[in-house]
């Protein structure tokens, strides 16, 4: 109750720029129909109230309002007037029918928002094209506008003089609403005024020109006429059920359609409003499906009641924050103040002139097809832009088609199917570009090496045959669309290759047809040896590849890291020219260590006395992250890798993730950077076997440096040299080796 003032004052506010526009919407619904006018406006004011009620309980944001919406309005009216010219010949209370419809498509539309909630498509239709929404928006815009043309010019009258008047009102407000957007030193005026006066345009501007209106006419036939709100009839909806239910089944499937189209765009609105108002204020929640369970539940309990699709706008909600709302205190005096108004004043509503709601639904309708101009201004303007021409060229054509395809088949058939002609060309395109920028990257082995160290002789063997050995880099999405390219950079690989490791660390979507892809693929080129990496077991990928049988019982081996895939490809490699894999099983003594061999035998025996021998057992550490490290290992025996422990990803949640750094065999020196910067141990070292060492501590090295100073001189230049062959190493995989990690 601490912001009581600024709620009270935000509720009114959008209450009263909400209103013209529900009633307007209202006029909309039943356009063309005879004897309906009336139910529409209830219909609006109905949806009004509830809109405003249940997004003040359950939703996203405390600011959200919720109420008709021009764009779900003219889609439903749109399959009304469709299934009155299919019935209106027919022996049957045609009106009583069509309201039945009406109120069953609004239930149905809650129903798919629940589902849209379930299956957490918030997120997804948060981010429809811009193409789509830009040509819904614009279609249904245009649409608009040519509706209202009638009333605008008159068309029922041949009085002049009453024509130019209805001309001259339209004008008058469509320049004072836009006009607020050219105001000088706008926000110096707010800010000393300390209010927005310009929030009150949407009421003032109409008052004004009802005032003009009737100074220069007293036609009651361009005035609304009989209205009268009135208590929803719960029964009376019902009775009309019960007595039209078996037209529900007879135009269930365009039911079906317009229901979907519908819960589409309310949805699209209610979460592009709440994104808005997130920018303002923090919402109750960031859960997407909150937001659509709200309108679902809104939507259902409208049609219950007899009312029309209800969805949050930007217009209400951004109104009530900017006049002082912050809590949801304001939504429901917001409900209650139309409910005030439309009850008080009942029997001043059929005195309002039609041209004043036909002119705000013109002002709505050039407000939806503004972006469209905007974006075509914009676009010409980095056309004129050589470097960027092309690319210009094409966002033009792929955006302007999808509008003239969905204006056109509007025109030609309905809004509903529109939006479906929309969706399926964008849809189109989108394809189109995902197979024109599949671009799959190809690395031989001789570039790339695995983290096990090995001998001498197998690194210069797998160096030298690296080429046998591709690893291909997947990116993107794999389904039908990008079939070709993944089959193309497939049937590219020529020459010695025998072993192909696909990549799948960057693929971000794959479903069962693209698992037959990979698995037709790879039925094609029998000749590889074909591994998969970046797989873990129950992800999205591995589930894929289970169900097309690529993976599995006889299956492809499979990787969670490509590091592994490749350290197994590269066994193969070696048994296939009979070199030994590892040395796991040959003690190395002193003189053989790669570090020490080259030390002289005097100085091979007075290092000796300064070591100690130390043995672990397989899954022992030698040495943990954090640690301070004490000692340096000759490792013997047997084998070591280093892990890197850290933060992962994985399904939205934050998991402990491993990463092996490196393996080293026997013959090699194990934890000098830490022990020479006297530092902790930022990873860990853990025994893949039963292996022995030779271990030199701090002290016995100090011990060593005072004692025999020309000994630690020589392994301290033996340690530079061993460390200067892995930077080497290292500098020339830095390329391409993080993304394996």
């Not at 004052?9 to 526009?21: K, M, N, T």
């Not at 160096?463 to 046998?468: A, I, S, T, V």
């Not at 000759?634 to 998991?655: A, C, M, P, Q």
């Not at 990463?659 to 910067?677: C, E, H, L, P």
Request: overall charge neutral.
């Amino acid at each position: 109750m601490q912001n009581l003032k600024g709620d009270l004052v935000g509720g009114v506010i959008s209450a009263l720029v909400a209103l013209p526009l529900a009633l307007a919407c209202g006029i909309l619904l039943f356009k063309g129909i005879d004897g309906l006018q009336q139910y529409g406006i209830n219909a609006a004011f109905y949806t009004a109230i509830v809109g405003a009620i249940i997004s003040a309980f359950v939703g996203n944001h405390s600011l959200q309002i919720g109420g008709p919406l021009v764009v779900t309005t003219l889609i439903l009216s749109d399959f009304l007037i469709k299934v009155y010219e299919e019935i209106k010949f027919d022996n049957i209370d045609v009106n009583m029918t069509l309201i039945v419809l009406m109120f069953t498509c609004v239930i149905i539309t809650g129903l798919i928002q629940f589902i849209f909630a379930y299956l957490k498509a918030g997120k997804l239709i948060k981010f429809l094209p811009l193409s789509v929404t830009m040509g819904i928006s614009t279609t249904i815009g245009m649409i608009i506008i040519v509706k209202q043309l009638p009333i605008i010019f008159n068309s029922n009258s041949t009085n002049t003089s009453e024509t130019l008047l209805l001309i001259f009102i339209t004008l008058f407000i469509l320049i004072l609403m836009f006009s607020r957007d050219f105001i000088p030193n706008k926000e110096e005026l707010i800010k000393k005024l300390k209010f927005n006066p310009f929030l009150l345009f949407p009421i003032v501007v109409p008052i004004l020109a009802t005032i003009i209106f009737f100074l220069f006419n007293n036609n009651e036939n361009l005035l609304l006429g009989n209205v009268n709100v009135e208590v929803p009839t719960l029964i009376q909806n019902y009775e009309g059920f019960l007595s039209s239910y078996n037209y529900i089944f007879q135009f269930l499937p365009e039911l079906l359609l317009t229901s979907f189209a519908i819960a589409l765009m309310s949805s699209l609105s209610s979460l592009l409003s709440v994104s808005l108002l997130e920018r303002k204020i923090k919402n109750r929640s960031h859960d997407t499906s909150i937001e659509l369970k709200g309108q679902a539940l809104g939507n259902i309990l409208s049609g219950f009641l007899g009312g029309m699709p209800s969805a949050g706008t930007e217009a209400r909600s951004l109104v009530n924050y900017y006049a002082g709302a912050r809590t949801k205190v304001s939504v429901l005096i917001n409900a209650l103040t139309i409910f005030l108004v439309i009850f008080i004043f009942n029997n001043y509503l059929p005195l309002i002139p039609e041209i004043i709601l036909s002119v705000i639904l013109v002002y709505t309708g050039l407000i939806m097809s503004l972006p469209s101009i905007k974006l075509a201004k914009n676009l010409c303007g980095i056309c004129l832009n050589k470097n960027h021409t092309k690319n210009c060229i094409k966002d033009i054509v792929y955006t302007f088609s999808i509008i003239f395809i969905m204006l056109t088949t509007a025109f030609l058939s309905d809004i509903t199917i529109a939006i479906v002609f929309g969706f399926a060309v964008a849809s189109l395109f989108f394809i189109y570009e995902m197979m024109r920028n599949s671009n799959y990257t190809i690395i031989d082995a001789r570039a790339l090496h695995s983290k096990r160290e090995r001998t001498f002789q197998a690194k210069e063997c797998i160096q030298n045959n690296g080429e046998l050995i591709n690893i291909i880099e997947l990116d993107g999405a794999i389904f039908f669309g990008t079939a070709d390219s993944l089959r193309n950079t497939i049937s590219s690989i020529k020459g010695k290759v025998k072993w192909v490791i696909l990549d799948f660390k960057k693929i971000n979507e794959i479903d069962i047809t693209g698992s037959e892809i990979i698995k037709l693929c790879i039925e094609e080129n029998k000749n590889l040896n074909f591994s998969l990496s970046h797989i873990r077991e129950g992800d999205d990928t591995y589930q894929a590849f289970c169900s097309v049988g690529l993976i599995g019982k006889d299956g492809l081996k499979w990787f969670e890291y490509t590091d592994f895939a490749l350290e197994n490809v590269e066994n193969l490699l070696l048994k296939s020219f009979n070199i030994s894999i590892y040395l796991d099983k040959k003690v190395y003594d002193l003189e053989e260590l790669n570090v020490t061999k080259n030390l002289n035998s005097t100085e091979q025996k007075i290092l000796m006395r300064y070591l100690d021998i130390k043995s672990f057992k397989q899954g022992e550490y030698l040495y943990k992250e954090g640690e301070l490290s004490n000692e340096v290992f000759f490792l013997r025996e047997g084998s070591v890798t280093i892990w890197d422990e850290h933060d992962d990803e994985l399904y939205n949640k934050s998991i402990i993730s491993k990463t092996r750094r490196v393996t080293y065999s026997a013959g090699v020196v194990i934890g000098q950077m830490a022990f020479f910067d006297s530092e902790i141990h930022t990873v860990e070292a853990l025994a893949d076997l039963d292996i022995s060492t030779y271990s030199l501590s701090k002290s016995n090295f100090e011990k060593l440096r005072r004692e025999h100073p020309l000994v630690a001189e020589e392994l301290m230049l033996q340690f530079c040299k061993h460390l200067s062959r892995r930077l080497k190493e290292i500098t020339y995989e830095v390329q391409v080796l993080e993304r394996w990690n």
